[in-house]
């Protein structure tokens, strides 16, 4: 499956934005399907993820509470919802699909499909 992410931008503040993440070759249905993060010289970081079926949902801590990842899979699409953001989101966004044991959810090995990347920029 192919993945494209669009949605990043620049936001003050306290803002919100929402990520999107469209799926081609194939259907997210069948995945689990997680965003992560990544700066320059860090590790792609852990975001959020959710169950093929959307009934499950996981959240890095640093996020909990503030952003909300869904589902819509006769589109196809997987969204990530941030509200009040700090400048510390400030990155690059990816989405990825796999099908991780829940053990393994929040691990970026677990994932075989990864979108592009969207920039995110929250400005203080």
């Known amino acids: 499956v192919q993945l494209q992410a669009s949605g990043g931008g620049l936001v003050q503040a306290g803002g919100s934005l929402r990520l999107s993440c469209a799926a081609s070759?194939?259907?997210?249905?069948?995945?689990?399907m997680g965003w992560f993060r990544q700066a320059p010289g860090k590790e792609r970081e852990f975001v959020a993820a959710?169950?093929?079926?959307?009934?499950?949902?996981y959240y890095a801590d640093s996020v909990k509470g503030r952003f909300t990842i869904s589902r819509d899979n006769v589109k196809n699409t997987v969204y990530l919802q941030m509200n009040s953001l700090k400048p510390e989101d400030t990155t690059v966004y990816y989405c990825?699909?796999?099908?991780?044991?829940?053990?393994?959810?929040?691990?970026?090995?677990?994932?075989?499909?990864w979108g592009q990347g969207t920039l995110v920029t929250v400005s203080s």
């Open positions: 959710i169950s093929w079926s959307g009934g499950s949902t």
């Open positions: 070759g194939g259907t997210v249905s069948k995945y689990t």
């Open positions: 990825a699909a796999g099908r991780p044991i829940t053990s393994a959810i929040r691990r970026r090995e677990s994932y075989a499909s």
